[in-house]
């Protein structure tokens, strides 16, 4: 592609604090060296999206506006950078999109708008038997479950490989039906590790058929006393936890079982609660409050017993080994010879970049074993 040849392009903008997404042009950005534009078909949403919207400065503070948030995206390169050789135009690919992150682009970079502009490190081709939609929910959510799985300062886990020898050790997943537990559950039994999870009943089945060897409802009072004695002879490397509420038991079932590393993806108390407008009210100030004691009496407790619990940032894996080991060695392989599931579902919520403002309103209000989906 030229320069001559730039075509128009279009974002849903977040072009001030607090605001809804706006859509209209913005500048098509050619791609630098390592780096690949794609064309996007599909674009999913995640909570970062609608924590960053509803927040204003609290979370991504260096952002400046306007933005275009959004870090799923799957569609065609439609032209590609200096030494990128793992892509041609035309390819299917899908990728995670990292404007929002330190020291990138905020717009050319963010996912949601009509053309992104990707890292080759961050994508993937999408196999032929996989659709635009269901390749959109993975980026972000694997991501963050390699990060929080292999990277050293984290779970220091053992690499997936194509065919994974048995460790006799123990994973816990406490969160499998999320976006990132489903893609933990995965690639920690491609690790060779054996993982028992949590989910509602319901997605029990679901939660064996990615891999875990047992399943707990995280809603029974007795949950983690149940695995702790289901795990009495076993040895537990590492306890995974997803979801709001999930640190305490995943602290708890570390104490239990002898593990000595806890991952967090999630805070102790949702941030959803807290009013989409400026300043501080009753409500912001509670939950913050409330937040920081939880987190500091966890982080205090863990060390008291000797088990490091740190929280995990789905982008660090950019700037490691495990980067490159899941988008260029791992995922291709794996997604094209169907050892690897695009989990959980895709649910097209809209088809046009202003439907996905109703996509984040819906995400605040509670969303279970998928994830939502905008076509273009």
């Keep these: ?15 001030a604090a607090y605001a809804d997404l706006e859509v209209r042009p913005v500048e098509y950005r050619h791609p630098g060296p390592g780096e690949l534009v794609i064309r996007n078909r599909a674009i999913a949403v995640n909570p970062l999206d609608a924590v960053k919207q509803g927040t204003g400065s609290m979370m991504y503070g260096w952002l400046p506006y306007p933005t275009v948030l959004g870090e799923d995206v799957a569609g065609e390169v439609v032209e590609i950078g200096a030494g990128v050789t793992r892509f041609a135009i035309g390819d299917r690919a899908f990728a995670y999109a990292v404007g929002m992150e330190k020291g990138r682009d905020p717009v050319a970079e963010g996912g949601f708008q009509q053309y992104t502009v990707v890292r080759e490190i961050l994508t993937a081709p999408i196999p032929a038997d996989l659709s635009f939609e269901q390749a959109a929910v993975l980026p972000l959510a694997v991501s ?42 995965q690639l920690a039994v491609a690790a060779g590790y ?28 007795t ?47 949702s941030l959803d609660g807290i009013p989409r407008r400026p300043g501080i009210n009753r409500q912001f100030v509670r939950v913050i409050a409330t937040l920081v004691s939880r987190t500091m009496a966890l982080m205090v407790r863990s060390r008291l017993r000797g088990i490091r ?33 695009a989990a959980p579902s895709a649910e ?10 109703g996509a984040l309103d819906s995400l605040r209000g509670g969303v279970s074993a998928k994830k939502l989906v905008i076509t273009l």
Excluded at 1 to 15: D, E, H, I, R, Y
């Design 1 to 15: 592609m030229t320069q001559s040849s730039t075509p128009s392009n279009s974002a849903a903008v977040l072009g």
């Design 144 to 185: 963050t479950a390699a990060s929080a799985l292999f990277q050293t300062d984290q779970l220091g886990l053992r690499h997936p490989t194509v065919s994974a020898v048995r460790t006799g050790q123990t994973v816990v997943v406490w969160g499998g039906s999320t976006s990132v537990g489903s893609n933990a559950i």
């Design 194 to 221: 054996d993982v028992v999870t949590t989910a509602s009943p319901r997605n029990h089945d679901r939660m064996r058929r990615l891999g875990a060897s047992r399943v707990f409802d995280y809603a029974s009072p």
């Design 223 to 269: 949950a983690v006393r149940d695995i702790v004695a289901a795990l009495k002879s076993e040895v537990v490397v590492a306890v995974f936890a997803i979801g709001t509420g999930s640190a305490e038991p995943g602290v708890a079932l570390a104490i239990a079982t002898g593990a000595k590393r806890v991952a967090l993806a999630s805070p102790s108390v």
């Design 309 to 341: 619990t740190k929280f995990v940032w789905g982008s660090t894996l950019m700037t490691n080994e495990v980067g490159p080991m899941l988008w260029g060695e791992f995922l291709p392989t794996a997604l094209a010879e169907g050892r690897y599931v």
């Design 348 to 357: 097209v919520v809209g088809t046009a970049l202003g439907d996905i403002q």
